[in-house]
């Protein structure tokens, strides 16, 4: 039988080939930046890992090195899905992800996919994500295996090539030049930051200036009102750039003056940017900086006064409107809210609209119907408005508010909405509701939680107070707010974590 010419050169392709892919995916997982801006340089550093793994590898016993080996490799396959998770993260909440706390953020990812593109298809895409991610990890072991066996059988090699990289990296160091990628101690340190982030917000918790104060010394200015913190879905600064967004609310200002209402309009810097809502509320809620899970968890088992647990104490009745929430949320006890309701207990008989399944106006009216109209307690309600969430889909039409019903009448708008048009239905029925149903005991108070999805710079939102009795406005005229309903380039910029005392002491007695 007569030798085959092109089996050895191509089983020599193939090997080279199975070679190379598995250098590139030990590179990327060991040098590709977690904000996904990967240029050639990324992949001129020297992974710090390598150097030491690698001598490592070669001084084992062969049996021993068929063990660590795969171990090795399920890491860098692991690290390779963290870099894509962080590339992920940083596209659409401006970060890269913290396994620390990040990992429950996948629940409402998937939550938000079936609002998106239904369950069938959900279930099918995260099967196919659950697969790949396995398929990095067994990939990451087969790569350094195959990478190693390659060192062993050319030991000289390996060997002359880590020494002088080695060297390369010492004297890049000395001199200052930053040349060398540690990911695996960068992902570990921040692990460990993380926690011990967790225990100073913790210390950070126990001292509240207002913890004490008796309610009949909270709020007292505002004795009688009806104070409604309303959080508009991805309203942020970058919603001030678009005209329609504009001509709505200055239409509206006019309008509510016009009407004997006058307004205050500032930017908050919020917690979070693209996602995440809840930590926004919470920062502002709590008066603590809240930028992640693990804060947020620390958080809601406390004790710690909110605002709306402040305007309880002092008398109020208080409400939570959160129409996004499908299943129970413990957290509304947090809050100290009186009542609470959620998708199942507002009555929604309407279309639905991607994920925002309530519109803002249904939302609105459920709220005035059953905690507002006829006697009552003053309420204090925060309450959320779903209708601009991403991924700003069809819009619900404004009806007259008489005409709610059921919200079957909330037909779509017909067309497929952008950002800026989703955000303009939210202000408008803000200002409709105002209209119609605002009186001299009415408070409102709303702001964005975060600037929208999409890599927006900076983490500012607009927020307005909205009276018709003049005395609440002068009560905070050393705030230095704006007046109308949007704030200008120059208007103050406040961390949302300092709106919970000011406010406080704005309207009540300040704290001894």
Not at 49 to 61: C, D, F, K
Not at 88 to 98: D, I, K, M, Q, V
Not at 219 to 228: E, I
Not at 321 to 348: L, Q
Request: include cysteine.
């Amino acid at each position: 039988m007569e030798p085959t010419t092109t089996a050895l050169p191509g089983r020599r392709v193939a090997a080279l080939a199975v070679t190379a892919a598995a250098c590139l995916l030990v590179a990327f997982a060991l040098l590709a930046p977690n904000d996904g801006r990967i240029t050639p340089w990324s992949f001129a550093r020297i992974p710090v890992e390598a150097l030491v793994a690698v001598p490592v590898l070669l001084l084992l016993p062969a049996r021993a090195r068929r063990v660590v080996a795969p171990c090795l490799g399920a890491a860098v396959g692991l690290l390779a899905l963290l870099t894509i998770l962080d590339i992920g993260f940083n596209s659409a909440l401006g970060r890269p992800f913290h396994p620390a706390f990040d990992w429950r953020s996948l629940g409402p990812a998937v939550e938000l996919l079936v609002a998106e593109v239904g369950r069938a298809a959900t279930i099918v895409l995260v099967v196919v994500a659950a697969v790949i991610a396995v398929g990095l990890v067994v990939a990451g072991a087969a790569a350094v295996m195959r990478l190693t066996r390659v060192a062993v059988e050319h030991r000289r090699a390996a060997t002359r090539t880590t020494m002088a990289l080695g060297l390369v990296w010492i004297a890049c160091a000395v001199s200052g030049v930053q040349v060398a990628a540690a990911v695996t101690y960068d992902r570990v340190h921040q692990g460990g930051a993380d926690f011990q982030d967790q225990r100073r917000f913790a210390a950070d918790m126990a001292v509240d200036d207002f913890r004490d104060v008796p309610g009949d010394e909270l709020l007292t200015t505002l004795r009688g009102k009806n104070v409604v913190v309303a959080f508009v879905e991805s309203y942020g600064r970058v919603a001030l750039g678009y005209p329609r967004i504009n001509q709505v609310l200055a239409a509206g200002s006019r309008s509510l003056h016009a009407a004997g209402f006058g307004s205050r309009s500032a930017f908050l810097t919020s917690p979070t940017s693209g996602g995440t809502s809840w930590l926004a509320h919470a920062t502002l809620q709590s008066g603590l900086w809240v930028d992640n899970q693990l804060r947020y968890d620390t958080l809601v088992k406390s004790d710690r006064l909110t605002l709306s647990g402040a305007f309880r104490r002092a008398g109020w009745r208080t409400a939570g409107v959160v129409p996004a929430n499908t299943k129970d949320w413990p957290g509304h006890k947090f809050y100290g809210f009186d009542g609470y309701y959620d998708s199942r207990d507002i009555g929604y008989r309407g279309p639905r609209f991607s994920f925002e399944t309530i519109p803002d106006q249904f939302t609105l009216a459920t709220f005035h119907r059953k905690e507002v109209a006829g006697t009552h307690a003053p309420v204090m309600a925060e309450i959320d408005l779903v209708s601009s969430h991403w991924p700003w889909g069809s819009v619900p039409r404004l009806v007259s508010w008489s005409d709610v019903g059921d919200g079957r009448t909330l037909g779509r708008s017909g067309v497929r909405a952008g950002y800026a048009d989703s955000i303009a239905y939210s202000l408008r029925t803000l200002i409709s509701y105002a209209q119609t149903y605002g009186d001299d005991d009415l408070v409102l108070i709303f702001l964005g939680d975060h600037q929208p999805a999409g890599g927006q710079s900076g983490r500012d939102v607009p927020i307005t107070i909205l009276a018709r009795d003049a005395r609440v406005l002068d009560e905070i005229a050393g705030w230095g707010w704006e007046r109308g309903l949007r704030p200008g380039q120059g208007a103050p910029v406040w961390p949302m974590d300092a709106f919970r005392d000011r406010f406080l002491t704005a309207f009540g007695r300040p704290p001894a």
